[in-house]
């Protein structure tokens, strides 16, 4: 069965670059989730789209910005980058928008500033 | 929003013994309770979910009981065996209006199985 794929798996930047992170998810799923975990850190919520709108907003920077596009495909964009960016960044897809919905995690961004 | 707190933050356990990890809610509205593992560096498995109209599940060595009262749910893992060992991870999701599905993690506990 097809499973969520996150591109690119690794991304090494300096500090205040850019960085843009890819997320396909499980064909016919309508909503995306990202999460952050940093090194020995459980996940946490940054944004969600359901149907290409946003959907719900987390504690993500302002620095970051993210989007879903028509063929539901979602992108993390990230500037200014800081040392404490550096974490790994997972994309979860589900269908439909409730919390009910199992949510599927793809094999995650790990994403190192220099 | 939801506050989960999981118990306890490592665990060992000798091989084919069981192993019981415990996480409370805040969010009395909370009716979704799944539990992920994560291998180091991997991603978080779904490994077993519950829902709030039952009190407990299973799936061979695993079962998640829930206590709505209580506002606590726990997972068993019987006979355990080494591949167990990873960081498990419950969660509760928050579903009330617009903000729809985001997870609430607990801190995760560190599961090691010795041989």
């Known amino acids: 069965a097809a499973g969520v794929i996150q591109s690119p798996r690794h991304l090494i930047k300096e500090k205040r670059e850019t960085a843009t992170l890819k997320c396909y998810p499980i064909p016919r799923h309508d909503t995306v989730y990202w999460y952050q975990q940093g090194p020995g850190q459980d996940p946490q919520f940054l944004i969600s789209f359901y149907e290409k709108m946003q959907s719900d907003k987390g504690s993500i920077p302002d620095r970051f910005s993210a989007q879903q596009f028509s063929d539901y495909h979602s992108e993390l964009n990230m500037s200014s980058l800081e040392l404490g960016d550096s974490a790994l960044y997972f994309c979860?897809?589900?269908?439909?928008?409730?919390?009910?919905?199992?949510?599927?995690f793809g094999p995650g961004t790990r994403l190192t500033v220099l | 929003g939801e506050n989960v707190e999981q118990h306890p933050s490592t665990l060992s356990v000798q091989e084919g013994d069981s192993a019981v990890i415990k996480c409370t809610y805040s969010?009395?509205?909370?009716?979704?309770f799944p539990w992920y593992k994560q291998e180091l560096g991997k991603r978080p498995q779904l490994i077993i979910d519950?829902?709030?109209?039952?009190g407990e599940k299973k799936d061979q060595r695993i079962a998640v009981t829930l206590n709505k009262t209580a506002k606590h749910f726990s997972l068993h893992i019987t006979e355990t065996q080494p591949e167990d060992s990873a960081v498990y991870f419950c969660a509760a999701p928050l579903d009330r209006g617009s903000t729809l599905g985001r997870l609430y993690f607990g801190r995760g506990t560190q599961l090691t199985v010795w041989p």
């Open positions: 519950i829902r709030s109209n039952v």
């Open positions: 979860a897809s589900s269908y439909g928008t409730s919390g009910r919905n199992e949510q599927f």
């Open positions: 969010d009395s509205a909370s009716n979704y």
